[in-house]
């Protein structure tokens, strides 16, 4: 599956931005799927997942109550909300599909078959 992600750009602090994740080649309901992040010099990080059918979300600590992570099978997307976005929030956004043979947990990135190119964004204070 390829995944293009989109939606990153310059924004100020407390504003809001949604990413988005469109696949190709397979269609996305047989995948867990999910967000990270690299921020400049720092290592990739986990932000959300969401489940095949979208009932189930987790998300790291520091974008609880700010990132919804939603998704529509019938378009091949999924969506990351990203509000009351800090500086801290700056960093290069990859969504990620879930292999259920590769090892790890939802929240590893090792644990994810398929990537796609990253998408900036950019929080200035």
């Known amino acids: 599956v390829q995944l293009q992600a989109s939606g990153g750009g310059l924004v100020q602090a407390g504003n809001s931005l949604i990413l988005s994740c469109a696949a190709s080649?397979?269609?996305?309901?047989?995948?867990?799927m999910g967000w990270f992040r690299q921020a400049p010099g720092k290592e990739r990080e986990f932000v959300a997942t969401i489940s095949l059918g979208g009932g189930s979300t987790y998300y790291t600590e520091s974008v609880k109550g700010r990132f919804t992570i939603s998704r529509d099978n019938a378009k091949n997307t999924v969506t990351l909300q990203m509000n009351s976005l800090k500086p801290e929030d700056t960093a290069v956004y990859y969504c990620?599909?879930?292999?259920?043979?590769?090892?790890?947990?939802?929240?590893?990135?090792?644990?994810?078959?398929?990537w796609g190119h990253g998408t900036l964004v950019t929080v200035s204070s």
């Open positions: 990620a599909a879930r292999d259920p043979v590769f090892p790890g947990t939802w929240a590893q990135g090792r644990a994810y078959a398929y």
């Open positions: 080649g397979r269609t996305l309901n047989k995948y867990t």
